[in-house]
């Protein structure tokens, strides 16, 4: 594959906030949900960052991926595994 850009976009188009989410108080930024079972319960005002997915540079022979918030840990696992690569760490899969 090589080297390869992507989703080159840097621009950003949030969805339009709940009254609520720009009221004073925590705001709970989520892209693909994919840890969300993870560590501390979050709380705040969810704001999904799902649609902001993609990676946008990879260099498998560097071992460097740069992927946005809202993109599927899957879909990186599957492009790294074309190169046969993985991640280096990952929490465990407990849900």
């Not at 594959?1 to 621009?11: A, K």
């Not at 079972?37 to 260099?59: I, N």
């Amino acid at each position: 594959m090589g080297n390869c850009r992507l989703h080159t976009s840097p621009v950003l188009t949030l969805p339009k906030p709940s009254p609520s989410a720009c009221a004073p108080g925590p705001l709970r930024l989520e892209g693909g949900g994919t840890r969300a079972f993870y560590g501390r319960p979050v709380q705040g005002e969810a704001l999904s960052l799902a649609g902001h997915r993609g990676v946008v540079d990879y260099d498998p022979s560097e071992l460097v991926i740069t992927a946005r918030c809202g993109t599927p840990v899957a879909e990186i696992e599957a492009l790294l595994a074309g190169e046969n690569q993985m991640l280096a760490f990952e929490p465990r899969c407990l849900g």
